[in-house]
């Protein structure tokens, strides 16, 4: 039975879908991540480099900086992916119809730049001998950073991913056009701006 036709009958019979939940596991601290990029932009083909890749990481007490960074450079990896390649496209049946890699591209080594990583010298009161966990968080902030970065390279605000070639040359022609961008009102970006 799909969830809506569950909807449905419930609904049919006056009955309200209601659940409740709740967590009762142990305290824990949040590990805060911070991203920044310097790229370049073809604006003939929309094409991007990754000139400069730093990231800054609160792990509380590092005990193993060798492994905490290459946990931090995989995490950044794996959201440049996201961020740059893997579009998982989906029929209106909902069906995917990227199911291979053959279809959904991953990025590979030389798709990566060599990622700075920059540890904080703090002490977490909750997590063993001062550490914090690193698993997710650096992939948090690497897309909005690179998005940044690209508005502030173009002027243009994209705000769907992967920024994929086919995606970016366009807006930039629309920007350069004057018209208006997904996301962004028409016009020069504000940074660009001259006197009036």
């Not at 005990?63 to 946990?71: I, L, S, V, Y």
Request: glycine content about 12%.
């Amino acid at each position: 039975m799909s969830l809506k036709e569950l909807h449905e009958a419930a609904h049919g019979k006056g009955v309200a879908l209601t659940a409740d939940g709740h967590w009762g596991g142990s305290p824990r601290s949040v590990a805060f991540n911070a991203q920044w990029f310097r790229i370049a932009v073809d604006p003939g083909t929309g094409g991007i480099k990754i000139l400069r890749s730093v990231h800054s990481a609160d792990a509380g007490k590092v005990m193993n900086p060798m492994q905490c960074r290459g946990r931090v450079e995989g995490g950044v990896a794996q959201a440049l992916g996201a961020t740059l390649f893997e579009q998982v496209l989906v029929d209106g049946g909902g069906k995917v119809i990227t199911p291979a890699f053959r279809c959904n591209r991953l990025p590979a080594y030389a798709d990566v730049p060599r990622t700075e990583v920059h540890f904080m010298r703090t002490s977490d009161a909750i997590g063993p001998l001062g550490a914090k966990s690193m698993s997710e968080s650096p992939f948090n902030p690497v897309a909005p950073a690179f998005a940044n970065a690209l508005r502030d390279t173009t002027g243009v605000r994209f705000t769907e991913l992967p920024l994929l070639r086919d995606r970016v040359w366009p807006a930039l022609e629309e920007h350069r056009a004057g018209g208006a961008v997904p996301g962004r009102p028409a016009g020069r970006h504000p940074s660009r701006e001259g006197p009036a």
